[in-house]
C-alpha cells in the first residue's frame, strides 16, 4: 500500500517597509534606524513549516516565541536568519507547535531601507499572519 502525499499548504503575508513602519536597534547598541514589521504567526495544526521572505532587497528575519521586545532583541529569540532563503532572504525552516504563539520579525540587512516584502509559509495547514504593533510593549521584569 502507497502513502497518499501530505499536502502543503501556502499562506501568504504582503506589506513594505516605509517611513511609517517601526524602526529598532537591528544590533545591540546600533542606530534604532531598521524598519521592520512584527507578525504574530499561528499555526493551528503542529507540524514542520517553512517561512521564507520575498522582496528585491537583502532581508533578515528573527522569530521569537510568544512575545518580541525591541527594547531587548535577544529576550525570547529562538532562531535568526539571514540568507538561507536564496537571493539575499531570510527562511525558516522549523517544527511550530500549535501551543505557541510566534512573532516573526521581518527587517532589512541594512538599515534605512525601504522596499515592499512578502512573507509565505508552507507546511501542513494554513497559518495566521497578523501585524503586531510593538510600540507599546515593554518587557516585565
Known sequence: SSLAPSTIVSSTYSSAWTTNSQKFARISGGVANYYYEAIRVIVNTSGNYNITSSSNIDTYGYLYASSFYPSNISLNLIPQDDGSGGNLQ?????????????????????????????????GPSIVSLLYTNTTSVTPTL
Open 90 to 122: 531570510f527562511k525558516f525552516t522549523r517544527f511550530f507547535d500549535s501551543s505557541v504563539v510566534y512573532i516573526l520579525v521581518a527587517t532589512t540587512y541594512s538599515g534605512g531601507v525601504m522596499a515592499p516584502f512578502s512573507i509565505i509559509v508552507s
